[in-house]
């Protein structure tokens, strides 16, 4: 498959990674995410489709061991990283930081309201 030199750039960022992760001898495999915003394009993507909900670190570990997958909004399972990725707009819990603080993420509210006022600024 090859739409306007998408698989060109593929093997260009292929070697790219290839080649970062030897000079920096990084033990894990680097991998990227691609967000796909046509319907047409996600459902002619070649990776595999998910079935269940499934959280992102687990996506990202998948990826990390070469198993190229797709998943749509409903498909992630975890609130956390549909927030940090910017596909939904941050409730208040969120934004004020108690939502991170409750689970024990920050040490403190400060640390984390700091996060999300600069994450909101960045997104105007």
Do not use: H
């Amino acid at each position: 498959m090859n739409k306007g030199g998408y698989m060109t750039g593929m093997k260009s960022l292929e070697s790219t990674v290839t080649k970062l992760s030897s000079v920096l001898e990084i033990e894990r495999k680097v991998t990227w995410v691609k967000f796909i915003f046509d319907k047409g394009e996600y459902e002619a993507s070649d990776a595999r489709t998910l079935t269940n909900k499934c959280p992102y670190c687990v996506m990202v570990k998948s990826a990390m061991a070469g198993v190229s997958i797709k998943a749509s909004l409903e498909q992630f399972g975890c609130g956390g990283a549909i927030n940090a990725l910017g596909m939904t707009i941050s409730d208040e819990l969120s934004k004020s930081g108690r939502s991170a603080l409750n689970l024990g993420i920050y040490k403190d509210i400060g640390v984390d309201y700091d996060k999300f006022y600069y994450y909101d600024y960045v997104k105007k």
